[in-house]
């Protein structure tokens, strides 16, 4: 069965980095996008971007440059959500999904909690 | 602000019927498929509709979805204690470079 499985929560200081796993399983990794998303507390789900699973090719939302990084490790068909110089603002449950088509996101991981706190 | 608009919240009782709206403009709903997604606390959301109507197997027909011009509306018959959660639509916006957008979520409350 498809599955997709994240890493656990985090909480780091202002300034710090922070990487968020996605381990996929039970389907042919090459087929679908892989989709970033988050919750900020109290907010909505916020689209963060996509990658592309043949050409590692990121794609980025307004509001997710510069500081967020997409890649992704085919031998262990696993993506991942890098978040450099992390500020308060970015505390927030971080989802990853496959998309099955463009924004039906079908699968999701169980989401990552970050927490940005000094 | 999100790109597309959703009530905050709705409620009815069970056993009822309720309908959440989603507007939105001819670059993005108007011009591309919505899906509607319901996130319970604490879990993943869920895709409930995708290509404005369609179900995933495993979800039962009392949720249903349509699409007019540049609105989308999810349905839900027979209301039960369990559908009280947020829903969120979905969709690509062509007027963007990277054009996911959702709306702001809607609370059901299962009264």
């Known amino acids: 069965q498809v599955q997709l499985v994240q890493s656990g929560s985090e909480l780091k200081t202002p300034g710090a980095s922070v990487t968020v796993s996605c381990k996929t399983s039970?389907?042919?990794?090459?087929?679908?996008?892989i989709n970033w998303l988050r919750q900020a507390p109290g907010q909505g789900l916020e689209w963060m971007g996509w990658?592309?699973?043949?050409?590692?090719?990121?794609t980025y939302a307004q509001g997710f440059t510069g500081r967020f990084v997409f890649s992704l490790d085919t031998s262990v068909t696993t993506l991942y959500l890098q978040i450099s110089g992390l500020k308060a603002e970015d505390t927030a449950v971080y989802y990853c999904?496959?998309?099955?088509?463009?924004?039906?996101?079908?699968?999701w991981g169980q989401g990552t909690l970050v927490t940005v706190s000094s | 602000q999100s790109v597309l608009t959703q009530p905050p919240s709705v409620s009815a009782a069970p056993g009822q019927t309720v309908t959440i709206s989603c507007s939105g403009s001819?670059?993005?709903?108007?011009?591309?498929?919505v899906s509607w997604y319901q996130h319970l606390p604490g879990t993943a959301p869920k895709l409930l509709i995708y290509?404005?109507?369609k179900r995933p197997a495993g979800i039962p027909d009392r949720f249903s979805g349509s699409k007019s011009g540049t609105s989308a509306t999810l349905g839900i018959t027979g209301l039960q204690t369990g559908d009280e959660a947020d829903y969120y639509c979905?969709?690509?916006?062509?007027?963007?470079?990277?054009?996911?957008?959702f709306g702001g979520g809607t609370k059901l409350t299962v009264l």
């Open positions: 979905g969709t690509w916006d062509s007027s963007l470079s990277a054009g996911g957008v």
């Open positions: 999904a496959r998309d099955q088509r463009v924004i039906q996101f079908d699968y």
């Open positions: 990658i592309n699973p043949n050409t590692g090719i990121p």
């Open positions: 290509e404005n109507n």
């Open positions: 039970g389907y042919n990794f090459n087929i679908y996008s």
């Open positions: 001819t670059s993005n709903i108007g011009n591309n498929y």
